[in-house]
């Protein structure tokens, strides 16, 4: 009887190895599971560092990025004296409205301060006038509406006004810089200077613009 009892004990050995070496096995796959998980997670860490960088790297290079204002004199004049003498007795007395464009290109405003824009003929001052200080908005241009007088009093020499008047037009200069500020993220400030230079032809008979250049 004992014997036999000795005989049915044998059998559970082997179904003891079993379950060691499933539970070994459920062991590695969970460890192996772990594993795939961390380097997810290590390729997901380097993926946002990657794109995090990137979008740094255009953020700085756009919106950081300071460019200087343009001003520009602009072509809609209106002229309220337009007085001019001839070839042989040259000068020229004349009264106009226009505006005066501060195009800001930046991520932020542009505030600049009042300055004088100055109407030259061949080098000669013949006219100043005042632009007041403004704001530009980001991305945007500001006009200023401004009222011109000009005259020729101050010209030594009217030989090529006469020349000009001749050929039946009028050609002025005018020449402005604004100095102000340009506002990132409303803590960054940076000063910036934009310049003017503009000639326009006038021509005489129609009392209208001609041509407008700005450098």
Same mark, same amino acid.
């Given at each position: ?19 060691? =070496?499933?539970?070994?096995? /459920? ?11 961390? &380097? ?9 560092? +990657? ?31 337009? &007085? ?16 005066? %464009? ?11 301060? =009042? ?7 061949? /080098?000669?001052?013949? %006219? ?5 200080? /403004?704001?530009?908005?980001?991305? =945007? ?6 009222? +011109? ?6 010209? !030594? ?5 006469? !020349?000009?008047? %001749?050929? /039946?037009?009028?050609?002025?200069? !005018? ?35 001609? !041509?407008?250049?700005?450098?």
């Amino acid at each position: 009887m004992a014997e036999k009892m000795n005989q049915q004990e044998y059998p559970l050995a082997p179904a003891t190895r079993q379950s060691r =070496s499933d539970e070994e096995s /459920g062991t590695l796959r969970s460890e192996e599971l772990k594993r795939k998980k961390r &380097i997810k997670l290590a390729i997901y860490i380097a993926a946002f560092a +990657v794109f995090q960088t990137i979008v740094i790297l255009v953020f700085a290079l756009t919106v950081m990025r300071v460019k200087t204002p343009k001003v520009r004199l602009g072509t809609d004049v209106t002229f309220q004296n337009f &007085i001019t003498g001839t070839q042989a007795s040259p000068s020229f007395d004349l009264s106009f409205t226009t505006q005066v %464009g501060v195009k800001n290109t930046n991520f932020g405003p542009y505030k600049f301060d =009042s300055t004088i824009a100055t109407f030259m003929y061949q /080098g000669v001052t013949v %006219g100043q006038v005042t632009i007041p200080k /403004g704001k530009a908005g980001l991305r =945007s241009t500001k006009k200023v509406g401004i009222i +011109v007088n000009v005259n020729s009093n101050a010209l !030594s020499s009217t030989a090529s006004l006469g !020349s000009e008047l %001749g050929a /039946g037009v009028l050609t002025l200069n !005018s020449q402005a810089k604004l100095s102000g500020k340009v506002e990132l993220m409303f803590v960054m400030k940076k000063k910036k200077s934009a310049e003017m230079n503009c000639t326009m032809t006038i021509e005489v008979s129609t009392k209208a613009i001609q !041509s407008m250049s700005c450098e």
